[in-house]
């Protein structure tokens, strides 16, 4: 008894520094991606410490890995540009699939859609996936735009809207890498066109609009401004609309925020799970990843971030508000009028970068 007592004595008697050192995860995620009793959950079951920073914008998530020795295990970059681009600088770990047995839940029709940027799969797991769309805030809507469709960009991108939505909000998520291609789109040119043509005309079109809108600001900011009601209008991600709505019904002051997921044709997104090739501890991602890839775990984080994940059988367990809404799981007619942005060529990234900054600055 006592001889099978000693090895548990001896783990809790570990200077716990050391015991500390070697059990931290250092996750990178985005901002309202996760339900926190998931990570807690995780730390209960394995005794791995969770570090865990957040990001709002691709471009924030690449400017802080490009460097190199992030000091981050996990992190979850969308397919394309990010990930892709990590991909080809050599910044990715191969997964090891040995340490994940939950790999098999995952969707291969959806997983056979990352592989052409991934060839097998082998660096990445889909976390999440959605679109881009405006929140929109359909009463303050169709007052200022008597008989407006509330199914298209139009409500943004054409100017004479615009200006009569000014006085009640008008928001921009700050991502040319997330905003452009559906700009593109809805001016029915290529979304991921990089002519100069192309920019020229999206500049434009932005410009259009520029002196009515009120903020261009992360993520982030923009669900917290739909959810307070302080933007009537505001480009973004879907999930965190409707994430927006669900605070603003509860905080029943009167605010009611609707998302559009563009008839022209919306951005599909697909956010993978992947590990840095200098990650400091790689055991403890796959361990993460395949706590993650767990069918009850995925429900938990769909009903509480609203975003379609990529295990089917997490399907049943998923509440059925959430698995009946067509703006978290569109259906098959909406999904086939999307489209997937594509990776740039550097060239045409810096020209991307100078106009968003133009077209922040109103010039
Ligand atoms: C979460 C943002 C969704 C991720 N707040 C967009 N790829």
Redesign the pocket.
Known sequence: MLRRLLPLLALLLAPASVAAQERVLNVYN????IDPAVVERFTRETGIRVRYDVY?SLETLEGRLSAGRSGYDLIVP?SEPTFARLLRAGALLPLDRARIPNWGNLDPTLMARVAVIDPGNRHGAIY?W?TVGLGIRPDLVRAALPGVALDSLDILMKPENARRLARCGIMVMDSPT?VLPSVLRWLGRDPNGHSDADHRAAEAALRAIRPHVRAIVP??AI?DALATGEACVALT?S??VIQAATRAREANRGVEVGYVMPREGAQL?F?LMAIPADAPNPEAAHAFINFLLQPDVMAAITNQ?R?PNAVPTSRPMVAAAVRDDRNVFPDDAALARTFVAGTPPREAERARTRLWSRFKAGR
């Open positions: 985005w901002s309202d991606y709002d969308t999440l959605g997330d993520s982030s669900l991600y999930g965190d997104w956010d971030v975003y």
